[in-house]
């Protein structure tokens, strides 16, 4: 995922920091007794399969060509191997190739690759082309775990659709977000946080324009519950704000739309085709 410049900051980062504060302050009890990543997040009953992977790249049509050092797949090494990732050399240095067969290859063994910095990495997106499709909550949350899980800040996702509310379930990485797209927000957080936390929501969400509306009728960290006066219009409005970037992060990458329809997701974006992931 490309470096990119840091907005100035915004009357409403101090609106967002309050939030994030009560967030761990509310958490407290549980990271008292350890760390919130000691507990797996919410199960949603969502076991998506290979097959769902498949669909949602074929329907995204993205084909990726990364380089990555071969220590940085950790015990997924020889997985990624077994799946057709080659070895290349270059300035005496080993590294294995990754494509969309490799992904597949590798599906379900995410857990077992490294975290790793994205701005440790140069990326390019290019060939973007209009799509529209309709994916499944079993795809989207396939799509989320096993795409880019040693980029990606959310672990163990889960997502489904029930009355027309999106239910979410996943373990942020606090530690990597905060780092890499939100250091202006770090910098103002006075007391330390845990490097990850499970989360729950319940509720409307879309995407317009590139713009991430939100209404969530239950936001739990842990197992606490965000008070309802901090989950009003504005503070809604503030949290989107600042979860568009995962957006515009990607250069070309316009979503017009994304909408629940029937318990599944309809897209129509504008989708960069080919990405290419090298080390620096």
């Not at 690759?113 to 499709?133: E, G, H, I, R, S």
């Not at 942020?172 to 250091?183: E, N």
Request: aromatic share 8%; glycine share 8%.
């Amino acid at each position: 995922m490309p470096t990119r410049q840091v907005p100035p900051k915004k009357k409403h980062t101090g609106c967002l920091v309050v939030i994030l504060l009560l967030l761990v302050i509310a958490a407290g009890a549980v990271w008292f007794i350890g760390s919130l990543s000691l507990f797996k997040p919410k199960d949603l009953g969502v076991n998506y399969q290979k097959e769902d992977f498949v669909q949602v790249l074929q329907k995204i049509g993205t084909q990726v060509d990364a380089e990555m050092p071969l220590d940085d797949f950790g015990e997924a090494l020889n997985d990624a191997k077994a799946a057709g990732g080659k070895e290349i050399t270059k300035n005496g240095k080993t590294y294995i190739s990754v494509d969309n067969n490799v992904m597949v290859g590798m599906f379900g063994k995410n857990g077992k690759v490294k975290k790793l910095n994205p701005a440790d990495y140069v990326w390019t997106f290019t060939d973007v082309q209009p799509k529209t499709f309709r994916i499944s909550a079993n795809e989207a949350s396939a799509f989320f775990n096993e795409t880019a899980p040693a980029f990606w800040w959310f672990k163990q996702s889960q997502i489904k659709v029930v009355g027309g509310n999106v239910i979410t379930s996943s373990q942020l990485d606090i530690a990597g977000l905060l780092k890499f797209l939100y250091p202006d927000v770090a910098k103002q957080i006075p007391i330390p946080l845990p490097e990850n936390a499970n989360l729950y929501t319940e509720g409307k969400i879309s995407v317009a324009d590139n713009r991430i509306t939100m209404k969530p009728e239950v936001f739990n960290i842990g197992p606490v519950a965000l008070p309802e006066q901090f989950r009003t219009e504005k503070a809604n409005t503030v949290v989107a704000s600042f979860l568009d970037r995962m957006i515009t992060m990607i250069p070309g990458l316009v979503i017009n739309k994304i909408e629940e329809k029937g318990g599944e997701f309809d897209v129509d974006a504008l989708i960069p085709q080919k990405v290419t992931v090298r080390p620096k």
